[in-house]
């Protein structure tokens, strides 16, 4: 097993948990925040993959540096927004399944963030997690292809 397979396995496992232990207190605003944390790490790796696609075909297009640097800026601006959405609602879920009463001593460290909890204030591996979750999510049918 590679570690993206791993990673990516992982996340899922530790996703499953916190929607299973919310499931059994029928926590409706918990799982609607954790809803709303895939569509935030569904959104980011959307735009990352779009970005990719679009300085690919930016760099075959004739432009000047100017319009190059300018089209690469405004991308880059949308995928820092969509980056500080996914790391500000992760951390809106952690607080909240850390706070929620009928989940104390249930919820694992590092919440449903899966790597090691040391490094959730790192933005990279913040995007990294993200991505494991949303490809173990893919892959199950739980969430739509990306295109």
């Not at 993206?4 to 207190?25: G, H, P, T, V």
């Not at 000047?64 to 996914?86: C, G, M, V």
């Not at 204030?121 to 995007?127: I, K, Y």
Request: hydrophobic content about 35%; proline content about 2%.
């Amino acid at each position: 097993m590679t570690k993206e397979s791993r990673e990516s396995e992982n996340a899922y496992e530790r996703y499953k948990q916190i929607i299973d232990l919310l499931n059994e207190i029928s926590d409706q605003k918990g799982l609607k925040l954790v809803k709303e944390l895939v569509e935030k790490c569904r959104n980011y790796i959307k735009i990352t993959l779009d970005m990719e696609r679009f300085v690919r075909l930016q760099e075959a297009l004739e432009q000047s540096p100017e319009e190059y640097q300018r089209n690469i800026k405004n991308f880059d601006q949308r995928k820092r927004i969509s980056h500080e959405a996914l790391i500000s609602q992760l951390a809106i879920v952690n607080r909240y399944v850390f706070k929620n009463n009928n989940l104390k001593g249930r919820v694992p460290i590092g919440g449903i963030y899966s790597l090691d909890p040391n490094t959730i204030v790192n933005r990279n591996m913040v995007g990294d997690w993200a991505y494991y979750l949303v490809n173990a999510l893919v892959r199950r049918g739980i969430i739509e292809t990306i295109k």
